[in-house]
């Protein structure tokens, strides 16, 4: 239906035109996207399985003069700064495809079917970006109950990083991002070495 014979009907029927019409819902629309642009960063929090610094991060975020918040929205995330979700994601397929033809890692995805093996890369795309400050949110179990049992030892670590980092090479990752993933990545061996 073209938009002349549209507003003929709407004529006919309500007695306005097709703007008088949706100009309310487009305007509210855009209303609604100015602000999730503007609380992106807060949602991004809220959404992280950390709910104690979420609901401190509300309270500071409320307390934040309006005129204020654009400062605290220019700080760049590791998110951010590792080029977003695409960058993570081609990340963790490079990584993912070195470790699963490792001879000593491979034992981890052996008798694993594709489909499980796509949900587990996803899991782990959607893990990194949340942690890393991205608006993603992590639905998967903790890395102690996802690794338990799997018989994960210092060797297999040892190796897990020295793929992670020939990775990060090939991707030409920065020094200071570089350095924020390792560390990041450290903090998680507790959990996943037995």
Not at 166 to 184: I, K
């Amino acid at each position: 239906m073209s938009s002349a014979l549209f507003n003929m009907k709407l004529k006919e029927t309500k007695g306005l035109t097709f703007n008088q019409f949706f100009t309310p819902f487009l305007t509210t629309f855009l209303y609604l996207i100015d602000f999730l642009l503007d609380n992106l960063e807060l949602w991004a929090r809220l959404n992280s399985h950390d709910y104690h610094n979420s609901l401190k991060s509300l309270h500071y975020w409320d307390v934040i003069p309006y005129q204020q918040r654009g400062k605290i929205m220019t700080e760049k995330t590791l998110y951010n700064r590792l080029g977003g979700y695409d960058a993570i994601a081609a990340v963790v397929d490079d990584l993912l495809s070195r470790l699963m033809s490792d001879s000593q890692l491979e034992r981890f995805w052996n008798n694993r079917g594709d489909d499980g093996l796509k949900r587990e890369q996803q899991l782990l795309i959607d893990y990194l970006c949340s942690n890393a400050g991205g608006p993603l949110l992590y639905t998967g179990r903790d890395n102690k109950t996802s690794h338990k049992g799997m018989g994960v030892n210092e060797s297999d670590w040892d190796k897990f990083i020295e793929h992670l980092n020939a990775t990060l090479d090939s991707f030409q990752v920065p020094q200071q991002e570089r350095s924020d993933v390792l560390n990041f990545i450290e903090s998680t061996r507790a959990d996943i070495v037995e």
